[in-house]
């Protein structure tokens, strides 16, 4: 008769749970087998469910003989000799599996339970202790303080919540959770687990302090993607500075809120910026793949490419599959090769980002500085002649958002190389074509002929 209080009375009262536990582990187990031991299980597991019992073992030996290390192949083989009712067989088996996962709760049970049978009470009893700790929940918080002294936090939050669980009005597990989650930079998940603690405890000091302190930074975090929804990258920059200010000692908020400054300057075209605060970004995290493809996109636009190759490189080995890499660095070889050839932006002398207005009124300057007729000398005139040629058609592909897209994306519009189907280029003409064209117009002939003195 089991004495009251004894290890396997309380195990009684935990045990359908425990079986819930040992399918669990049984079927998440399967890993690291070749493929001649998996056929091997899998049928054997087929033929065990059938009823079928000699079969199954006779591929669970096979299993066995095929990886001697595969604790999987000994714990179906055990399972086989418990159902034909040769437990002395299987407690072989089960202990194998204990040895080589020590951790395999579902074998530890069933040989415990062996052992009981057999009237070893004390080897049967350690492995039902050892089985029975996983519901201790002081255990469960102990060795949570452990993974947090060796810095995995991680680890230490799946225990906390396992005991937060195993023990009623657990505040100070969701606490710790919480607080955990808040250093990882998840102020989502910190905030939703202080939430727990005040339902439980609505006047706990630490969680309400905490929960202030978390809810303010994860309206500010929130407002700042919205604005950056809306496109009002300033706005989003200066929220992501409060951020900083209001949690100045969590790295974790002062990296992420670097590379989202980097991104509202690189998208709001703002590149020297971008470069700087994106090198920031990676001086801390070299391998920050978001970081990389803005640094890229900044780069770009100060017609630097030989470094936004390297940064969408770079990005690429981190994530190959990534379509935004791969179209920014094919962008970006497609400029290098025509920054190597003609470029619109450095004949009239503009960044890339420069609006229309800017265009016209630099176009308008160059072409009254190199119109032919300004020059005697017959050399200089046709100097002048090419420049001013270079200079109508800067402004023909640059002032016509369709023709400066396909420039921008590294196809001169007016190159006949660059066209697929050929034609030549509209532009491929002597100055006598471009006799009587205004540039103090928009566009077209003039109505009247322009000279110098």
Same mark, same amino acid.
Request: aromatic share 10%.
């Given at each position: ?10 195990? #009684? ?11 669990? &582990? ?11 031991v $998996?056929?091997? !299980? $899998?049928l ?8 079928q ?10 299993? +066995?003989d ?10 179906r083989?055990?399972?086989v000799f ?25 074998a530890?049970? &069933?040989?415990g339970? !062996?052992?009981l049978?057999?009237?070893k009470l004390?080897?049967?009893?350690d492995?039902?202790k ?8 002081e ?5 949570? $303080?452990c993974?947090?002294?060796e810095?995995?936090p991680r ?17 100070e ?12 930079g998840d102020? $989502? ?9 005040l ?9 309400f ?9 994860n309206?500010l ?12 990258? /300033?706005?989003?920059?200066s929220?992501y500075?409060?951020?900083m200010? /209001?949690?100045? *000692? ?7 809120s ?22 920031e +970004? ?6 920050n +793949?978001n ?8 780069y ?9 190759i390297?940064?969408?490189?770079t ?9 935004q890499?791969?179209e920014g !660095?094919?962008?970006?070889q497609?400029?290098?090769?025509q920054s ?9 002398g503009v960044?890339?980002?420069?609006k ?15 119109h032919p007729?300004n020059? &005697? ?10 420049? =001013? ?9 640059l002032?016509?958002p ?7 994306d ?10 697929q ?7 491929h ?5 471009? &006799?009587g064209f205004?540039? =103090? *117009?928009s #566009?077209g ?8 003195n």
């Amino acid at each position: 008769m089991v004495a009251p209080g004894s290890v396997t009375s309380r195990l #009684g009262s935990v045990f359908p749970f425990l079986l819930v536990l040992v399918d669990l &582990q049984y079927e998440g187990a399967e890993c690291g087998v070749n493929a001649d031991v $998996e056929k091997h !299980l $899998e049928l054997g597991k087929k033929l065990l469910a059938a009823g079928q019992l000699a079969d199954a073992l006779s591929q669970f030996h096979a299993a +066995v003989d095929g990886d001697p290390d595969n604790y999987i192949a000994y714990y179906r083989r055990a399972t086989v000799f418990l159902a034909m009712g040769k437990s002395k067989a299987a407690l072989p088996d089960l202990t194998k599996v204990i040895e080589l996962k020590m951790d395999f709760t579902a074998a530890r049970l &069933q040989r415990g339970h !062996l052992l009981l049978k057999q009237g070893k009470l004390d080897e049967a009893e350690d492995d039902f202790k050892k089985v029975v700790c996983v519901w201790d929940a002081e255990l469960r918080e102990l060795r949570a $303080e452990c993974f947090i002294k060796e810095g995995e936090p991680r680890k230490a939050i799946s225990d906390l919540k396992a005991a937060s669980k195993l023990k009623n009005d657990n505040t100070e597990a969701f606490y710790k959770i919480s607080t955990l989650y808040y250093q990882l930079g998840d102020h $989502e998940l910190s905030l939703s687990e202080v939430r727990e603690c005040l339902k439980l405890d609505q006047d706990h000091k630490r969680c309400f302090a905490h929960y202030k302190q978390v809810k303010k930074l994860n309206k500010l975090i929130e407002s700042a993607e919205e604005l950056i929804r809306d496109g009002r990258y /300033t706005d989003a920059t200066s929220k992501y500075e409060s951020v900083m200010k /209001t949690e100045p *000692s969590v790295s974790e908020y002062t990296i992420r809120s670097k590379e989202r400054i980097c991104h509202c300057f690189s998208k709001d075209e703002k590149p020297v910026e971008a470069i700087r605060v994106c090198s920031e +970004v990676l001086q801390m995290e070299p391998d920050n +793949v978001n970081a990389l493809k803005d640094r890229a996109e900044a780069y770009l636009i100060e017609e630097m490419y030989d470094e936004a190759i390297q940064d969408y490189e770079t990005a690429q080995e981190h994530n190959e599959n990534d379509q935004q890499i791969r179209e920014g !660095l094919e962008k970006a070889q497609r400029l290098l090769k025509q920054s190597q050839k003609r470029d619109y932006y450095k004949i009239l002398g503009v960044k890339r980002n420069a609006k229309k207005q800017e265009i016209i009124k630099a176009y308008r300057k160059l072409a009254l500085q190199w119109h032919p007729d300004n020059f &005697q000398n017959e050399e200089e005139k046709k100097k002048a002649e090419k420049k =001013f040629i270079d200079i109508a058609a800067a402004k023909e592909v640059l002032s016509d958002p369709e023709m400066r897209k396909k420039f921008d994306d590294g196809e001169d519009p007016l190159d006949a190389e660059s066209q697929q189907g050929g034609g030549g280029s509209p532009f491929h003409r002597s100055w006598n074509s471009w &006799q009587g064209f205004n540039p =103090f *117009s928009s #566009g077209g002939p003039f109505r009247f002929k322009f000279h110098f003195n």
